[in-house]
């Protein structure tokens, strides 16, 4: 676990893709005590495996007010007009994107999996050590936590 990327590394990443999409920034706030599939108000989460000889998990959450406003901001259009299904496209996507930057910067020649989105309670998530870095927009308050385990 040693070689994971750091809390600000992984910020830094989220905030390179949000940037360039969207023109959303993030910077580490306080973190989260627990992962966000165990906290009591409604986390949404995408979990996306990098299958291979070194395998890896990125997970990316979003509160549901943090979830709202990113995928606001991907696709353009307001918090109204939303669906609940264009949160976890939106989710997925991201989670696409900063696995594969986490690929590259871990140098590791593997194929992405599939993002799933969690439903409730994180079962069938191997979690040997999460690194991770919870956000916070500055010009938003949007709570957005990411994290590698592998």
Same mark, same amino acid.
């Given at each position: *676990? @040693?070689? %994971?990327?750091?809390?600000? $590394?992984?910020? +830094?990443?989220?905030?390179?893709?949000?940037?360039? *999409?969207?023109?959303?920034?993030?910077?580490?706030?306080?973190?989260?005590? $627990?992962? &966000?599939?165990?906290?009591?108000?409604?986390?949404?989460?995408?979990?996306?495996?990098?299958?291979?000889? #070194?395998?890896? $998990? /990125?997970?990316?959450?979003?509160?549901?007010?943090?979830?709202?406003?990113?995928?606001?901001?991907?696709?353009?259009?307001? +918090?109204?007009? %939303?669906?609940?299904? *264009?949160?976890?496209?939106?989710?997925?996507? %991201?989670?696409?994107?900063?696995?594969?930057?986490? +690929?590259?910067?871990?140098?590791?020649?593997? &194929?992405?999996?599939? &993002?799933?989105?969690?439903?409730?309670?994180?079962?069938?998530?191997?979690?040997?050590?999460? #690194?991770?870095?919870? *956000?916070? @927009?500055?010009?938003?308050?949007?709570?957005?936590?990411?994290? /590698?385990?592998?």
């Amino acid at each position: *676990m @040693s070689d %994971l990327p750091s809390p600000e $590394t992984l910020a +830094k990443l989220v905030s390179g893709v949000t940037s360039t *999409m969207f023109g959303m920034t993030f910077s580490l706030s306080e973190p989260l005590a $627990t992962t &966000p599939w165990s906290q009591a108000q409604t986390w949404h989460t995408a979990v996306l495996p990098i299958h291979g000889a #070194r395998p890896l $998990t /990125v997970a990316l959450s979003a509160d549901h007010a943090g979830a709202e406003a990113l995928c606001s901001a991907m696709f353009s259009c307001t +918090k109204d007009e %939303l669906e609940p299904s *264009m949160i976890e496209d939106a989710l997925s996507e %991201l989670t696409n994107i900063v696995g594969g930057q986490v +690929k590259r910067l871990l140098r590791v020649d593997q &194929p992405l999996g599939l &993002p799933r989105i969690l439903r409730a309670s994180g079962e069938g998530v191997v979690d040997h050590g999460w #690194r991770s870095a919870t *956000m916070r @927009s500055g010009s938003a308050e949007v709570r957005f936590w990411v994290a /590698v385990t592998g």
